[in-house]
DNA sequence: TATTGTTATACTCTATAACTATA
DNA sequence: TATAGTTATAGAGTATAACAATA
């Protein structure tokens, strides 16, 4: 059984525990941003294959569950800008996953449908997602973990 | 006793409805990022009087903790390009909260420390993100939560 | 008048390459 | 050769203003 190389003892290191004691301990904001990046950072590569970015998964997902909505809808859940969900859902379309059909009752309006190969992609992307997904929740310590975390950021949003 | 007025059905509201329940409820980076965004507004929100942005407050909180560190140490400690951390520290230079002093041991080398001001400065910085941290906390539900939340984040760091 | 989708634009943050002076 | 600081630059993400078509 062979035993893991220890870290080397880097300045860094030794700064990085100064950070996380004394004074600097309870940077709530701190502490998110670097989980938050991290998670991300996972999430990028885990879908480089796929060349689906957050934003895209989000989208497709929203749409999905949610077939019919206008841009703008859309885009104010996620809170992004409508000038700049344009380019994103175009960016969807291109690749055959979204369509944008003129709404009849209100013609200033696309409402927003995944197509049969979007339908088909995302089942993909979902299952790749929830593996990862599982992989946070061993991360955590479990599913009551997860609950607890998602239930203490709520408190924060 | 005055009610509170019910916020209006708005569609994004159902959206937002469809998207925290069914098969979306367990994004686990969607909340984190939603959380973190809403952190770092208020942070901004707070701060906006001291021309402060989250990275800055981070690195004067770095040197204050490690005086006469170089710019690479603590850039590297926070996740900033050295590139990227020049244009930061400079900044903060010319407003005169920090010092970066050549080494005479390695000629290539800055040190970093704050300046009399900057300490000063940094003080009243610290005061004001500790009002801003209890208030988090309390939304929280208390230290306990608060430590059972930075546990969690770091399990996904 | 207000809203939908759109274009144009700008600003921040982040990432890489390349240079200089030292080591 | 490698490292510290720097410059230049490019790419995302995000913000606002303004326009045409429609409500």
């Known amino acids: 059984m062979r035993r893991e190389p220890p870290p080397p003892p880097s300045p860094s290191r030794e700064i990085e525990a100064a950070l996380r004691t004394g004074a600097t301990t309870g940077i709530i ?27 895209d998964y989000s989208v497709l997902v929203l749409i999905a569950d949610n077939p019919g909505r206008k841009q703008t809808e859309i ?26 059909i003129p709404s009849h009752a209100d013609k200033r309006a696309n409402a927003l449908h995944l197509t049969a190969a979007g339908e088909a992609f995302l089942a993909h992307a979902r299952a790749v ?26 408190r924060l949003t």
Do not use: C, W
Not at 37 to 55: G, H, I, N, T, Y
Not at 131 to 138: H, K, P, S
């Open 29 to 55: 904001g701190y502490r998110l941003r670097r989980a938050q990046l991290s998670v991300f950072q996972k999430f990028l590569s885990v879908f480089d294959e796929l060349k689906l970015r957050p934003a």
């Open 75 to 100: 885009a104010e859940v996620l809170g992004v800008k409508r000038a700049n969900f344009v380019t994103l859902v175009h960016g969807l379309e291109e690749r055959g996953l979204v369509e944008r």
């Open 129 to 154: 997602h929830e593996t990862m997904e599982q992989e946070l929740i061993a991360r955590l310590g479990g599913e009551k973990a997860r609950k607890t975390l998602l239930d203490l950021l709520d």
